[in-house]
């Protein structure tokens, strides 16, 4: 969806175990095991593996001295920086992770494995270009890699060099490389392909927790009408939590399924006799889409957990909104059949006890205060030159930056301002929790400013339910064109820019404007509150019409508007 996950430390991966959109957003999946030492000196092995023992009784810090004596004594082997990139990554020291892992990769350039954690922590750092160069290096070097074609896509997604047909263009590439629908499977499709008097609709997720996709997903599963639908969570993460439990009693069934293999959750899923599957995941962490590639029910669609296609042929459907994917421009950028809903894609259920907006921060202040609340691999140079020049217009404004995991990338960033007239005390870098209380990260913040290419959708929802306005930016494709959508949900699509001087001309002129943005504050989560992105029942019907249209359809490429 947009913001990304809690980066969790590759040692976590020693013992198989599954690894958040913290609590935002869209995905990224968690960095690899170590390549194989079968060829590595025994000498070598011993000290890794007494770091791993020590690793493991006493913390992570304490493995550092065996893998940095490997490295001493071994200057030729890729193990010890391999080991000790992941040590600096599970300690959150990321900008020293990278140099470890480009060490190691330098060593052994060929290795998939050090290629994806490299890319992948580039990518954490905000440093999407060479970000996309090693993951694609990866997924080249070994094609049936998954978790480095997850990250290779998620990185296009933020990179403002990448036009949606290059992006759509590598979206079926990698979905072309899944099993055709016609590989051995167990058991077989239903025959009763006629509508039922009760759909059975499965929707197959890693995120049925404390997630930005359980914000959306809850409305539709507590909201459906029951006796007509008959909802089965299939949830494949181990990682549960208070939310997990009410949608696990919510619905229907539920199915914890994260240890089975693809065969055993096909012969599940056909057992249930599901007649719609519905994919929450796309490509990120924990999802099963191999699974829908072989065909697992009559009908699939996928939905909210990645916002793009799947390139994959045996997916039939996909759920939008007119004004993220437009008719018929957005079409032929898709594998699947859009399903528009009327109004929104999204209905955004907050977690958590309401926060009062309160007072504006800058009456009090005496400055406007602007907040970038999605994960710093966001910032485009693009967004960065229209910061500077926004804050040069409001020479008294400030910029609160937040989900910094690099002070490297964070300190380029400054210096960026910098170099323009502004000065470091005006920006704030505030580094990544993945704990912070619900609401805490708006306290403060007048106006919200949204990413590009790559807008935020959960970010977008709570800034605004918190009495935040935002303002934002569209492009051409899906990614960027949420902040759309969801700012015109409000009747507010007119802090929306077609342009960056567009984008720097509204946020200028909110930003000069106390009265209005004080209104704005006021009103605004009543306006949230009474918008279709809070009208649940409305939402949920909406959404069983689309249900029940897919199911009447059933095949693939079909015009559905």
Same mark, same amino acid.
């Given at each position: 969806?947009?913001?990304?996950?809690?980066?969790?430390?590759?040692?976590?991966?020693?013992?198989?175990?599954?690894?958040?959109?913290?609590?935002?957003?869209?995905?990224?999946?968690?960095?690899?095991?170590?390549?194989?030492?079968?060829?590595?000196?025994?000498?070598?092995?011993?000290?890794?593996?007494?770091?791993?023992?020590?690793?493991?009784?006493?913390?992570?810090?304490?493995?550092?001295?065996?893998?940095?004596?490997?490295?001493?004594?071994?200057?030729?082997?890729?193990?010890?920086?391999?080991?000790?990139?992941?040590?600096?990554?599970?300690?959150?020291?990321?900008?020293?992770?990278?140099?470890?892992?480009?060490?190691?990769?330098?060593?052994?350039?060929?290795?998939?494995?050090?290629?994806?954690?490299?890319?992948?922590?580039?990518?954490?750092?905000?440093?999407?270009?060479?970000?996309?160069?090693?993951?694609?290096?990866?997924?080249?070097?070994?094609?049936?890699?998954?978790?480095?074609?997850?990250?290779?896509?998620?990185?296009?997604?933020?990179?403002?060099?990448?036009?949606?047909?290059?992006?759509?263009?590598?979206?079926?590439?990698?979905?072309?490389?899944?099993?055709?629908?016609?590989?051995?499977?167990?058991?077989?499709?239903?025959?009763?392909?006629?509508?039922?008097?009760?759909?059975?609709?499965?929707?197959?997720?890693?995120?049925?927790?404390?997630?930005?996709?359980?914000?959306?997903?809850?409305?539709?599963?507590?909201?459906?009408?029951?006796?007509?639908?008959?909802?089965?969570?299939?949830?494949?993460?181990?990682?549960?939590?208070?939310?997990?439990?009410?949608?696990?009693?919510?619905?229907?069934?539920?199915?914890?399924?994260?240890?089975?293999?693809?065969?055993?959750?096909?012969?599940?899923?056909?057992?249930?006799?599901?007649?719609?599957?519905?994919?929450?995941?796309?490509?990120?962490?924990?999802?099963?889409?191999?699974?829908?590639?072989?065909?697992?029910?009559?009908?699939?669609?996928?939905?909210?957990?990645?916002?793009?296609?799947?390139?994959?042929?045996?997916?039939?459907? @996909?759920?939008?909104?007119? #004004? +993220?994917?437009? *008719?018929?421009?957005?079409?032929?950028?898709? =594998?699947? !059949? &859009? %399903? $528009?809903?009327?109004?929104?894609?999204?209905?955004?259920?907050?977690?958590?006890?309401?926060?009062?907006?309160?007072?504006?921060?800058? @009456?009090?202040?005496?400055? #406007? +205060?602007?907040? *970038?609340?999605?994960?710093?691999?966001?910032? =485009?140079? !693009? &967004? %960065? $030159?229209?910061?500077?020049?926004?804050?040069?217009?409001?020479?008294?404004?400030?910029?609160?930056?937040?989900?910094?995991?690099?002070?490297?990338?964070?300190?380029?960033?400054?210096?960026?301002?910098?170099?323009?007239?502004?000065?470091?005390?005006?920006?704030?870098?505030?580094?990544?929790?993945?704990?912070?209380?619900?609401?805490?990260?708006?306290?403060?913040?007048?106006?919200?400013?949204?990413?590009?290419?790559?807008?935020?959708?959960?970010?977008?929802?709570?800034?605004?339910?918190?009495?935040?306005?935002?303002?934002?930016?569209?492009?051409?494709?899906?990614?960027?064109?949420?902040?759309?959508?969801?700012?015109?949900?409000?009747?507010?699509?007119?802090?929306?820019?077609?342009?960056?001087?567009?984008?720097?001309?509204?946020?200028?002129?909110?930003?000069?404007?106390?009265?209005?943005?004080?209104?704005?504050?006021?009103?605004?989560?009543?306006?949230?509150?009474?918008?279709?992105?809070?009208?649940?029942?409305?939402?949920?019907?909406?959404?069983?019409?689309?249900?029940?249209?897919?199911?009447?359809?059933?095949?693939?490429?079909?015009?559905?508007?």
């Amino acid at each position: 969806m947009s913001d990304g996950r809690k980066f969790r430390g590759l040692f976590g991966l020693f013992a198989k175990k599954p690894s958040s959109a913290a609590s935002d957003e869209s995905t990224l999946p968690t960095p690899a095991a170590p390549p194989s030492s079968a060829a590595i000196s025994p000498s070598v092995t011993d000290l890794i593996n007494e770091g791993l023992l020590h690793r493991q009784q006493f913390g992570t810090e304490a493995a550092l001295p065996f893998f940095e004596r490997a490295s001493k004594a071994y200057p030729h082997s890729h193990l010890p920086s391999f080991m000790l990139g992941n040590a600096a990554a599970e300690l959150g020291d990321l900008d020293a992770a990278v140099v470890h892992y480009a060490r190691a990769r330098d060593i052994r350039p060929n290795d998939h494995v050090i290629r994806y954690n490299l890319g992948l922590t580039h990518l954490w750092r905000g440093y999407v270009d060479a970000a996309i160069l090693e993951l694609d290096a990866a997924r080249r070097i070994e094609p049936s890699y998954l978790p480095a074609k997850n990250s290779f896509l998620l990185a296009l997604h933020n990179s403002e060099r990448i036009r949606p047909e290059e992006l759509a263009e590598a979206i079926r590439e990698i979905g072309a490389l899944f099993p055709a629908p016609d590989a051995p499977v167990i058991g077989a499709l239903p025959s009763d392909l006629h509508v039922p008097g009760s759909l059975r609709v499965g929707f197959v997720s890693g995120d049925f927790r404390t997630h930005s996709v359980a914000h959306f997903f809850e409305p539709i599963l507590t909201g459906r009408r029951r006796g007509e639908f008959e909802y089965i969570c299939y949830s494949n993460c181990a990682q549960q939590d208070m939310v997990t439990a009410r949608l696990r009693a919510a619905a229907d069934k539920w199915r914890d399924v994260w240890t089975l293999s693809d065969d055993a959750l096909m012969e599940q899923i056909r057992t249930d006799r599901v007649d719609i599957l519905v994919d929450l995941s796309g490509y990120t962490e924990f999802n099963r889409l191999a699974l829908f590639a072989r065909r697992a029910a009559p009908v699939q669609i996928t939905y909210l957990g990645f916002p793009n296609s799947t390139g994959i042929s045996a997916m039939d459907y @996909r759920v939008t909104d007119s #004004v +993220t994917d437009p *008719s018929p421009s957005a079409d032929v950028l898709y =594998s699947e !059949t &859009l %399903l $528009r809903m009327p109004e929104t894609q999204w209905c955004f259920r907050p977690f958590g006890t309401p926060i009062e907006p309160g007072p504006l921060p800058a @009456r009090e202040n005496g400055f #406007v +205060t602007f907040g *970038s609340f999605n994960n710093l691999m966001k910032v =485009s140079d !693009t &967004l %960065l $030159r229209c910061w500077t020049e926004i804050l040069i217009r409001l020479p008294k404004s400030r910029l609160r930056i937040t989900r910094v995991r690099s002070p490297q990338r964070a300190a380029e960033i400054v210096d960026f301002f910098e170099g323009h007239g502004i000065s470091p005390a005006r920006i704030e870098c505030i580094a990544y929790r993945a704990d912070v209380p619900h609401g805490l990260q708006f306290a403060g913040v007048d106006i919200a400013l949204d990413h590009f290419p790559y807008n935020g959708v959960t970010t977008t929802c709570e800034s605004l339910h918190l009495g935040v306005p935002v303002v934002s930016m569209h492009g051409e494709n899906c990614v960027s064109r949420s902040g759309l959508s969801i700012l015109g949900s409000v009747g507010l699509r007119d802090l929306v820019g077609v342009s960056p001087q567009e984008y720097v001309r509204i946020a200028v002129a909110l930003g000069g404007d106390l009265d209005r943005l004080e209104a704005l504050r006021f009103h605004l989560r009543d306006r949230f509150e009474h918008s279709a992105l809070r009208d649940e029942r409305r939402f949920a019907a909406d959404f069983e019409e689309l249900l029940r249209l897919a199911w009447k359809k059933g095949g693939r490429h079909q015009t559905v508007l």
